[in-house]
């Protein structure tokens, strides 16, 4: 993360560490030998290399004070990060991560080398001042020291274990926010308002009914007839309905039994709403009513299957059949 004074405050209370280095002076870098640049070098290696857990931090400018606050001495000149950058990886075999910020800090300047946990292990790819290749040189605790060959295999594997388990992490991630999403989706299904229209027969009465079958309020409730299909003027086609609670129904009284003929043979409804949220719902709701018969051939026939219908229709049926049954047996042919 970025320097800020909380944070320097912090790391001055601090001792020296594997992820925590105080330099009084800064480091020479323009116009210095190879032997004074390798002094860089080998810390920036040694922090990337270091056993750590926390992002690490070389303060330039600053005098180490053992059990104190450490002094900020600050710096008169400050390195250039591009050049830092291009002076390390040149000599690495794979890039390092790291910045150097120039920061003010109770009015003096401090030098910030802030450097990531990254995969390691650093090597570089030829000798270079007092430095030699194919050597990993760690910080461990306050001092820098090469690195032997088990701690170097152990570098590799725990950052291999760690990448594995970074990965899993990130799968496990992405599991959690799909199942949330499906949660999301399942619960926006699950709970919302859900007005159906559909046509009941009570007491042989024909009846647009409009009910919100869901668990949430609907409004604003628009329903229109599509095309050029003939339906009676009632308020419930005409008018939009403001609000209509869970559970509850509207009725509009669409035609009478000698009507029945006079209903067209299909119709599409068109039914739009809103929830409380303003989140919009639309459904095309097609009807079908040929069980009323040819129109104008005087056949009915009553659906007894639909909804709240059947104790009514089968009623009627039985009383029917009754007067039929009573005509036939007083014919005297």
């Known amino acids: 993360m970025a320097m800020n004074d909380e944070l320097m405050e912090s790391l001055l209370h601090e001792e020296e560490s594997s992820a925590l280095d105080f330099k009084r002076d800064q480091y020479p870098f323009v116009g ?72 003010s800090f109770e009015g003096k300047q401090v030098g910030v080398i802030t450097m990531p946990n990254q995969k390691r292990p650093f090597l570089l790819s030829s000798d270079f001042g007092k430095l030699k290749k194919q050597t990993v040189y760690a910080r461990q605790g306050s001092s820098t020291n090469p690195a032997p060959l088990d701690e170097v295999a152990r570098m590799a594997s725990a950052d291999a274990i760690d990448e594995w388990t970074q990965k899993e992490l990130e799968e496990q991630r992405r599991d959690r926010e799909e199942h949330r999403k499906l949660q999301r989706e399942l619960h926006a299904e699950s709970y919302r308002p859900n007005v159906v229209c559909d046509f009941p027969i009570v007491h042989t009465i024909l009846y647009l009914r409009i009910k919100n079958y869901g668990n949430l309020p609907a409004k604003d409730i628009k329903v229109a007839v599509e095309g050029e299909v003939a339906l009676p003027r009632v308020a419930g086609l005409l008018h939009p309905i403001s609000l209509l609670a869970p559970d509850t129904e509207l009725f509009y009284w669409i035609v009478g039994p000698q009507q029945f003929g006079t209903v067209p043979k299909e119709v599409t409804l068109d039914v739009t709403y809103t929830d409380l949220k303003g989140n919009q719902f639309e459904t095309k709701q097609r009807f079908d009513f040929a069980y009323f018969g040819i129109p104008g051939s005087g056949e009915r026939g009553l659906d007894i299957s639909r909804e709240n219908n059947d104790p009514v229709v089968r009623g009627l049926k039985d009383i029917a059949e009754a007067l039929a049954a009573k005509k036939s047996r007083s014919s005297p042919f």
């Open 32 to 103: 210095a030998t190879n032997d004074e640049k390798s002094e860089l070098l080998k810390d920036v290696l040694a922090f990337a290399n270091a056993w750590r857990r926390a992002t690490a931090y070389i303060l330039i400018g600053v005098e180490e004070v053992k059990g104190g606050r450490s002094i900020v001495h600050g710096v008169t000149q400050h390195l250039n990060d591009n050049d830092l950058q291009q002076f390390v990886n040149s000599k690495t075999t794979r890039p390092v991560q790291f910045s150097y910020e120039a920061f």
